[in-house]
């Protein structure tokens, strides 16, 4: 019998637990050429605000040892014209979308953007970004436990769609952040966003991006990564999707067994646009080479003493 790969989110149901991480597979037209888009468990886009967003200036990325840092500063169309011209295109796709959301400056943006996007059947889940390290602002909301538990407690008040909150990794404690999230009525927490970092030019004696601090993401981050899974899944009983440098189905069952219920694959497409698909694929050979029946029964499975 073949192993059942499908999972719920809140209200979501994916058939399998792979998805793309926002900001790394842009509005999924760009992999439309490489990949059956339809495979994937769901496509979280690339954060949306308001109003359109430029960026920041360039350089905005440079490579590091085993990963990439990055300072786009969520470049992105804008609420109208993301659902005048992209939602109608991602729909057509079929798979359970996720749209990623953020505020410039004033959190109640979060709130105008979800009332928008609440009204849209081609919207299956809302995901808060409330860890962008690439804003001017001194702190970020999910630096703090109190105020992710009023963003999303405000958020919750507007959508009935399932929400997925996503955190930053740049905090002593995340498992009480997650805490604070599911208190607040978020369905999920999404684990984690970039951690803070920064390269030097040697010969030139200046950052290697413009903004001089930028967030790492790729391999270098998934065992700090992989630990904050692991910590708040011994907290909470909301749902993680897990990410930060999976680049394979070994290291996708990694943060299966801390715990995640499903998992976001980022920086890896940059390098193998197929990849996704492919860890579906030895996600599914896993399962099937251990005899284990379904997916449940390795969420959490990790054998530990601790
Ligand atoms: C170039 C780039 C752009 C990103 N843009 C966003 C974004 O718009 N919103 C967001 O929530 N995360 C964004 N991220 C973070 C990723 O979604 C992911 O959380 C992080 O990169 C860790 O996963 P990875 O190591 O597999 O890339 C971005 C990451 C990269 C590398």
Partial sequence: MPAKLSVNIGKLKLKNPVMVASGTFGYAEEFRDFMDLNKLGAIVTKTITLQP?????VPRTCE??????????????????FIKEKLPILHKIGVPLIVSIASESDPKDF???????????????????????????????SQDAKETYNLVRGVRKVTQKTLITKLS???????EIALAAQKAGSDAVALVNTINAMCIDVNKRSPKIAMVTGGLSGPAIRPVAVRMVWEAYRKIKIPIIGM????????????????????????????????????????????????????????GSLECKR
Avoid: W
Wanted: aromatic residues 4%.
């Fill in 53 to 57: 967003r430029r960026g920041n200036p």
């Fill in 64 to 81: 590091t040892p085993a990963g990439m840092l990055n300072s786009i500063g969520l470049e992105n169309p804008g609420l109208e014209v």
């Fill in 111 to 141: 709130i105008i953007l979800a009332r928008h996007l609440d009204k849209s059947k081609a919207v299956a889940a809302l995901e808060l970004n409330i860890s962008c390290p690439n804003l001017q602002h001194t702190k970020l909301i």
């Fill in 169 to 175: 990794p740049n905090v002593t404690d995340i498992a």
């Fill in 244 to 299: 930060g440098g999976i680049i394979d189905t070994s290291s996708a069952l990694e943060f299966i067994l801390a715990g995640a219920t499903a998992v976001s694959v980022g920086t890896a497409n940059f390098i193998n646009p197929k990849v996704s698909v492919e860890i579906i694929e030895g996600i599914k050979k896993y399962l099937m080479k251990n005899k284990i029946s379904s997916i449940y029964k390795l969420i």
